[in-house]
């Protein structure tokens, strides 16, 4: 089955390649900013199946939250902007990983006890930059993010 949405342009600049995954809260596709010379970026769709007010305003914060946190660390991907298709359907765009997710890489072989404390302790300084909080312009103090779906397939391990 062809995806209908290979060759989409979103706000005249980002044309969609290829799939990248999916997941509970929606779909994520490799695509090109051609406003930028074709870079590569990845651009997460909220589900058309979770278009209710309340799952809009979740996907928003997550966008945010990203933002936000991918400013605090090289740990934590960054989100580079946030838009509505013409069919209404949310979605975000970030920077574009190349690489393999943790869940690929385990399922090869066993990780060598170094590459497996070093992987952890990167995976530690996301969390840390997470739990330390982002710093909202309506709250006073910095709120803290709990991710709530840490798993070895949200983790993308990349050659730097």
Do not use: W
């Amino acid at each position: 089955m062809s995806d209908l949405n290979i060759g989409l342009k979103l706000a005249n600049r980002y044309e969609l390649l290829e799939p990248l995954g999916q997941g509970s809260m929606g779909r994520v596709y490799l695509a090109e900013d051609m406003l930028l010379g074709s870079v590569r970026v990845a651009v997460k769709f909220l589900s058309q199946t979770l278009l209710s007010d309340k799952m809009r305003e979740r996907f928003i914060q997550e966008a945010m939250t990203c933002a936000l946190l991918g400013q605090q660390s090289i740990h934590v991907v960054r989100v580079t902007d946030y838009g509505v298709s013409e069919e209404g359907i949310p979605f975000y765009v970030m920077e574009y990983l190349q690489g393999q997710s943790l869940s690929q890489l385990i399922n090869l072989s066993p990780l060598p006890l170094p590459r497996f404390l070093g992987l952890n302790r990167q995976l530690c300084l996301g969390l840390q930059a997470a739990h330390d909080g982002i710093t909202l312009k309506t709250q006073p103090h910095p709120v803290s993010i709990i991710h709530r779906d840490i798993k070895p397939s949200n983790i993308m391990i990349v050659q730097d």
